[in-house]
Nanobody, 127 residues
Framework: QVQVVESGGGLVQAGGSLRLSCTASGLVFVDYAMTWFRQAPGKEREGVAC????????EIADYVNGRFTVSRDNAKNTVYLQMDSLQPEDTAMYYCAADRRTTNSDCVLSPNDMNYWGKGTLVTVSS
């Protein structure tokens, strides 16, 4: 049974940092690119950052570029989202998703093709 579990969310003041973790089990982790999404109340889910299977490529959404970075540790089946200079508009539920890929250098920010999803971790940024 595949499980994708996010952790690391919480309450932080504007300008602060958080690091989210996402651990996947029940699958061959290196077969999957990994993507972080977020969804604020009343808004659509949006892609934040993704990373290809073997760390060869990352993509960061424009609205967090320069503040968020994504990385993965394949030995630990874990992907990370480092979030710096957090702003109140970053408040959202953050989700991790696994996207099976046959190439080593692809990842996408679209939610349409994800194979497995976690249940999310809540990030709240106070002003």
């Amino acid at each position: 049974q595949v499980q994708v579990v996010e952790s690391g969310g919480g309450l932080v003041q504007a300008g602060g940092s958080l690091r989210l973790s996402c651990t996947a089990s029940g699958l061959v982790f290196v077969d999957y690119a990994m993507t972080w999404f977020r969804q604020a109340p009343g808004k659509e889910r949006e892609g934040v950052a993704c990373i290809s299977r073997w760390n060869s490529r990352t993509e960061i959404a424009d609205y967090v570029n320069g503040r968020f970075t994504v990385s993965r540790d394949n030995a630990k089946n874990t992907v990370y989202l480092q979030m710096d200079s957090l702003q109140p508009e970053d408040t959202a539920m953050y989700y991790c998703a696994a996207d099976r890929r046959t190439t080593n250098s692809d990842c996408v920010l679209s939610p349409n093709d994800m194979n497995y999803w976690g249940k999310g971790t809540l990030v709240t940024v106070s002003s």
